[in-house]
């Protein structure tokens, strides 16, 4: 073979042609394939996420193929090829797929890259790393058009919480010359140990290989995953050179002998690439919005109402994606690699997202419980909750109740320190000053400006313009969703031409602002887009059912003892509406001994039996005593208003008040069924027990129904259908979208159960009305009630007999059946609103 001119280090450079476009690469390796984080991405359907990779051996360039359908040089697939020094066309895919052409080439690469010297001082450029450290000169794998690519690749000198310096080694080159395999984990026996919230116990297993095998990395069954080149490790991956691989929030890269940490600028700079979100009537709430947060910064995006900030928010936590555009965090495209980054963002809602009846310390370690990996001790919360809470100067406050003992600002303080449980380097904020007074705004930004200098990329969406000078950049949306300014605070006005904020306010208003504004910088389009059948967003893992469930009924107890007035109206309705209940005239309770009587001219004859008598002769047949109207009647009306207040009143206001809280933990991966079985459980117990309570109350010292027996029946009737209509308020506050609109709904609802039971007057025998009926769970709760006491002794076979209130074993056990079945249609319905609550806009 002709030796070609080389540049002056003896290697040639690699040209690559591909749908219209050519890049010469000076590095080591080139990455192709459809993945965007590739070097060279192709659009090849038949093509792999990460096809082939050329790279440098010696002083050769060769092709190696990684793919599952191939790759293909003159109709013949390969495994494996060195570049010639004539032009080489590989067809990804298939034999007749577009061709992607490799050429070497002579040219001698250009010097590195120098700042131009200030007039007082000239800068350096960084040394070069060297050869043996090839990945750490890599260009990014994927930069939005317009972004500088000068020192993307420079180690970030402040670095988030808990993340390691770049380029700092976590495998020491005597334990890889061992040959043994190395343990990674949190757990301090393990061969490698990282001080990271995200990472499990024993996490994963390095086996190093050696001279004539690669490094196969094993998952070890960890919670949130190991990642190698941006998918999840499923058993063993083999490590080729430079991989990278990602445990929890740390970024590393396999150099063949060691995992070395990767902390540079570019990975930690978000980028937002033309992100555009348009409804499907054609509205565009998002208009090709480009920018990227440097690292330790702070943005605060302004504008009106209406003007896309939350929408800007949902496409960049990846909640809400958009339609079109990318958002890059850490080299890969957030939407194509959700399950792997989604845990290194953090999004504080503008509703506080923690119960004020709780203590600080009580709702941060709940938090952490169900955000940690399930592997964290109880000691190893409690640690992490004392750091955040320093880090957010909350450690005096740690025992104080959140909704009456601490201010605004400490408020959302408790709600960023949840947050921050999983040390997420990205923040996102939404209106954190909402309601504050200008003293408390500047303190909650203040609090902000540390964060960020941390190391962390802030972003808070905000009303408030009091504080913007402690910001980095300040972006200032248009209604319609384009962004109108990008930069530092002190430029906004002289931007708009203006003096003060409400007139940029007003002008942003204005149908001609485009025209009296200068022309924003022009992006050229983006090479990603999302199409919108593709925007779900993957659910999170999650802990396993027990454990959720375990924490969110503890969680729900102690917000119940810790609600005063929760708490009261529980003590005290069964102790007003039992007292009611003993203002009805009489003394018999629920005993039927006043109350039967022989219909027309019978008389009775005995063991509730009628018969017509004529001189003391029986004449006609035997007819059963009939109940006539009185007292223990009026006493179960009560009982029965009682059960169906108490049950929904309790629950009708929980689920539509934690409403923000349950959508940020189910973000994170809380079970909505789960989260509906809890309440089911807490809520219903308690007005089982309230039933029970309001029974006796009602009913001691006052004759029972056909004895102890018939009394306990009633009582576990009334408790039944309080629990029934527990679960159906908990289903109607998960229908309902305020609390304004759960007292009306209240009232509404007692009432249609009160008029549908049947105790006030006749609904059997009346066509349609009493099929609906049958829906009521009062109307089934009367039945059972009404059977235990023997309310319904009259003729089985009259049309308008109440048939299913008969007495007798049979319909009491068919009655309280129907009951249950009514409960368990309620919880399906409440679970599928729950789930519904969560995912909706």
Same mark, same amino acid.
């Given at each position: 073979m002709?030796s070609?001119?080389?540049?002056?280090?003896?290697?040639h450079?690699?040209?690559?042609?591909?749908?219209?476009?050519?890049?010469?690469?000076?590095g080591?390796?080139?990455?192709v394939?459809?993945?965007?984080?590739?070097?060279?991405v192709v659009t090849?359907?038949a093509?792999s996420?990460?096809?082939?990779?050329?790279?440098?051996e010696?002083?050769?360039?060769?092709?190696?193929?990684?793919?599952?359908n191939?790759?293909?040089?003159?109709?013949?697939?390969?495994?494996? *090829?060195e570049?010639?020094?004539?032009p080489?066309s590989?067809h990804?895919?298939?034999p007749?797929?577009?061709?992607?052409?490799?050429?070497l080439?002579?040219?001698?690469?250009?010097?590195?890259?120098r700042?131009?010297?200030?007039p007082?001082?000239?800068?350096?450029?960084?040394? &070069?790393?060297?050869?043996?450290?090839?990945?750490?000169?890599?260009?990014?794998?994927?930069l939005p &058009?317009? &972004?500088?690519?000068?020192?993307?690749?420079?180690?970030?000198e402040?670095?988030?919480?808990?993340?390691?310096?770049?380029g700092q080694?976590?495998v020491?080159?005597?334990?890889?010359a061992?040959?043994r395999?190395?343990? !990674?984990?949190r757990?301090?026996g393990n061969?490698?140990?990282?001080?990271?919230?995200?990472?499990?116990?024993?996490?994963?297993r390095l086996?190093?290989?050696g001279?004539?095998?690669p490094?196969v990395?094993?998952?070890l069954?960890?919670? +949130?995953?190991?990642?190698v +080149?941006g998918h999840r490790?499923?058993?063993?991956?083999?490590l080729a050179?430079g991989a990278?691989?990602?445990?929890? +929030?740390?970024?590393?890269?396999?150099?063949g002998?060691q995992?070395?940490?990767?902390?540079?600028?570019?990975?930690?700079t978000?980028y937002?690439?033309?992100l555009?979100?348009?409804?499907?009537?054609?509205?565009q709430?998002?208009q090709?919005?480009? $920018?990227?947060?440097?690292?330790?910064?702070l943005?605060? /995006?302004?504008g009106?109402?209406?003007?896309?900030?939350?929408?800007?928010?949902g496409a960049l936590?990846?909640?809400?994606?958009?339609?079109?555009?990318?958002?890059?965090?850490?080299?890969?495209?957030?939407?194509?690699?959700?399950?792997?980054?989604?845990?290194?963002?953090?999004?504080?809602?503008?509703?506080?997202?923690?119960h004020?009846?709780?203590k600080?310390?009580?709702?941060l370690?709940?938090?952490?419980?169900l955000?940690?990996p399930?592997?964290?001790t109880?000691?190893?919360?409690?640690?992490?909750?004392?750091?955040?809470?320093?880090?957010?100067?909350?450690t005096?406050r740690?025992?104080?109740?959140?909704g009456t003992?601490?201010s605004?600002?400490?408020?959302?303080r408790?709600?960023?320190?949840t947050?921050?449980?999983?040390?997420?380097?990205?923040?996102?904020?939404?209106?954190?000053?909402?309601g504050?007074?200008?003293?408390?705004?500047l303190?909650?930004?203040?609090q902000?400006?540390?964060?960020?200098?941390?190391?962390? /990329?802030v972003m808070?969406?905000?009303?408030?313009?009091?504080?913007?000078?402690?910001?980095?950049?300040?972006? /200032?949306?248009?209604?319609?969703?384009?962004i109108?300014?990008f930069?530092?605070?002190?430029?906004?006005?002289?931007h708009?031409?203006?003096?003060?904020?409400?007139?940029?306010?007003?002008?942003?208003?204005?149908?001609?602002?485009?025209?009296?504004?200068?022309a924003?910088?022009?992006?050229?389009?983006?090479?990603?887009?999302?199409?919108?059948?593709?925007?779900?967003?993957?659910?999170?893992p999650?802990?396993s059912l027990?454990?959720?469930?375990?924490?969110?009924?503890?969680?729900?107890?102690?917000?119940?003892?810790?609600?005063?007035?929760?708490?009261?109206?529980?003590?005290l309705?069964?102790?007003?509406?039992?007292?009611?209940?003993?203002?009805?005239?009489?003394?018999?309770?629920?005993?039927?001994?006043?109350?039967?009587?022989?219909?027309?001219?019978?008389?009775? !004859?005995? +063991?509730?039996?009628?018969?017509?008598?004529q001189?003391?002769?029986?004449?006609?047949e035997v007819?059963?005593?009939? $109940?006539?109207?009185?007292?223990?009647?009026q006493?179960?009306?009560? *009982?029965?208003?009682?059960?169906?207040?108490?049950?929904?009143a309790i629950a009708?206001r929980e689920l539509?008040?934690?409403?923000? !809280?349950?959508?940020?933990?189910?973000?994170?991966?809380?079970?909505?069924?789960?989260?509906?079985?809890?309440?089911?459980?807490v809520?219903?117990?308690?007005?089982?027990?309230?039933?029970?309570?309001?029974?006796?109350?009602?009913?001691?010292?006052?004759?029972?129904a056909?004895g102890?027996?018939?009394?306990?029946?009633?009582? $576990?009737?009334i408790? &039944?259908?309080?629990?029934t209509?527990? /679960?159906?308020?908990?289903?109607?506050?998960?229908l309902?979208?305020?609390?304004?609109?759960?007292?009306?709904?209240?009232?509404?609802?007692?009432?249609i159960?009160?008029? *549908?039971?049947?105790?006030?007057?006749? !609904?059997?025998?009346?066509?349609?009305?009493?099929?609906?009926a049958?829906?009521?769970p009062?109307?089934?709760?009367?039945?059972?009630?009404?059977?235990?006491m023997g309310?319904v002794r009259?003729?089985?076979?009259r049309e308008?007999?109440?048939?299913?209130?008969?007495?007798?074993a049979?319909?009491?056990?068919?009655?309280?059946?129907?009951?249950?079945?009514l409960?368990?249609v309620?919880?399906?319905?409440?679970m599928?609103?729950?789930?519904?609550?969560?995912?909706?806009?």
């Open positions: 002709t070609a001119p080389s540049r002056p280090d003896g290697q450079l690699l040209q690559v042609e591909w749908a219209g476009a050519t890049k010469t690469y000076d080591d390796r080139v990455v394939g459809r993945e965007a984080d590739c070097d060279v090849e359907p093509a996420r990460h096809h082939a990779v050329i790279q440098r010696g002083g050769a360039w060769v092709v190696v193929d990684t793919s599952s191939g790759t293909f040089v003159r109709g013949q697939r390969i495994s494996r *090829l570049v010639p020094m004539s080489l590989l990804l895919g298939g007749a797929s577009e061709p992607v052409v490799v050429s080439v002579t040219q001698v690469a250009p010097p590195p890259y700042p131009a010297p200030a007082a001082a000239p800068a350096p450029a960084p040394p &070069a790393p060297p050869a043996a450290e090839w990945w750490r000169n890599l260009p990014p794998p994927q &058009a317009g &972004a500088p690519s000068v020192d993307a690749w420079r180690a970030q402040v670095v988030p919480p808990g993340q390691l310096a770049h080694s976590v020491l080159p005597q334990q890889v061992a040959g395999s190395l343990t !990674i984990g757990e301090q061969d490698v140990v990282l001080e990271d919230a995200l990472v499990s116990r024993r996490h994963a086996d190093p290989g001279p004539d095998r490094a990395l094993h998952d069954g960890s919670f +949130n995953g190991t990642f +080149n490790v499923e058993g063993a991956v083999q050179v990278e691989v990602i445990f929890g +929030n740390q970024t590393f890269r396999w150099d002998t995992l070395l940490a990767s902390a540079t600028t570019h990975e930690f978000l937002a690439d033309g555009t979100t348009v409804l499907p009537d054609g509205r709430l998002l090709h919005a480009s $920018f990227q947060l440097k690292p330790s910064s943005t605060a /995006v302004i009106p109402s209406g003007a896309g900030k939350s929408t800007l928010l936590t990846g909640l809400r994606p958009a339609t079109h555009g990318r958002v890059i965090w850490q080299g890969h495209d957030l939407y194509a690699h959700y399950d792997q980054l989604r845990f290194q963002i953090g999004l504080v809602p503008q509703q506080d997202i923690q004020p009846q709780l600080v310390r009580q709702a370690r709940y938090a952490a419980e955000r940690l399930p592997d964290t109880r000691r190893e919360q409690e640690h992490r909750v004392h750091q955040v809470a320093e880090q957010l100067q909350l005096s740690l025992d104080n109740r959140i003992q601490l605004g600002g400490q408020k959302k408790v709600s960023i320190a947050e921050l449980l999983t040390a997420p380097p990205l923040l996102f904020l939404d209106e954190p000053t909402s504050l007074d200008p003293g408390l705004d303190e909650v930004m203040k902000l400006r540390a964060l960020a200098d941390g190391g962390r /990329v808070v969406v905000t009303h408030s313009v009091l504080a913007l000078d402690v910001c980095d950049n300040v972006m /200032v949306l248009a209604p319609g969703g384009r109108a300014y930069g530092p605070p002190e430029g906004v006005l002289a708009f031409g203006r003096a003060s904020y409400p007139e940029v306010f007003d002008l942003l208003d204005e149908p001609d602002l485009w025209q009296r504004i200068p924003p910088a022009q992006r050229a389009a983006t090479t990603g887009s999302l199409p919108a059948a593709a925007a779900g967003v993957p659910a999170p999650r802990q027990g454990r959720q469930l375990s924490t969110l009924v503890r969680r729900n107890t102690a917000v119940v003892v810790s609600d005063r007035l929760l708490l009261g109206m529980l003590l309705l069964p102790l007003v509406l039992g007292g009611l209940s003993r203002l009805v005239p009489g003394n018999s309770g629920l005993s039927l001994d006043d109350t039967l009587r022989c219909p027309g001219q019978t008389e009775q !004859i005995g +063991n509730g039996r009628c018969q017509a008598m001189d003391g002769t029986p004449v006609g007819v059963r005593m009939v $109940f006539q109207p009185g007292e223990a009647t006493r179960l009306i009560v *009982l029965i208003v009682a059960a169906c207040l108490m049950g929904t009708i539509v008040g934690e409403r923000p !809280i349950f959508r940020r933990e189910y973000a994170v991966g809380l079970s909505p069924g789960i989260y509906f079985l809890s309440k089911v459980l809520l219903g117990t308690a007005a089982f027990v309230q039933g029970l309570l309001v029974t006796f109350i009602a009913t001691v010292g006052l004759p029972g056909d102890t027996l018939g009394t306990l029946r009633v009582a $576990f009737t408790a &039944a259908l309080a629990l209509m527990a /679960v159906v308020g908990l289903a109607l506050s998960a309902v979208t305020s609390t304004e609109q759960t007292m009306p709904t209240l009232v509404g609802v007692i009432m159960q009160l008029v *549908l039971s049947g105790s006030l007057f006749a !609904i059997a025998g009346r066509p349609v009305l009493e099929q609906v049958w829906l009521s009062s109307r089934w709760g009367y039945a059972a009630s009404a059977s235990a309310l009259g003729q089985a076979d308008d007999e109440d048939w299913i209130a008969l007495d007798g049979f319909h009491y056990f068919m009655d309280l059946g129907v009951l249950a079945l409960c368990a309620a919880f399906g319905v409440g599928w609103l729950t789930y519904r609550s969560a995912t909706e806009d």
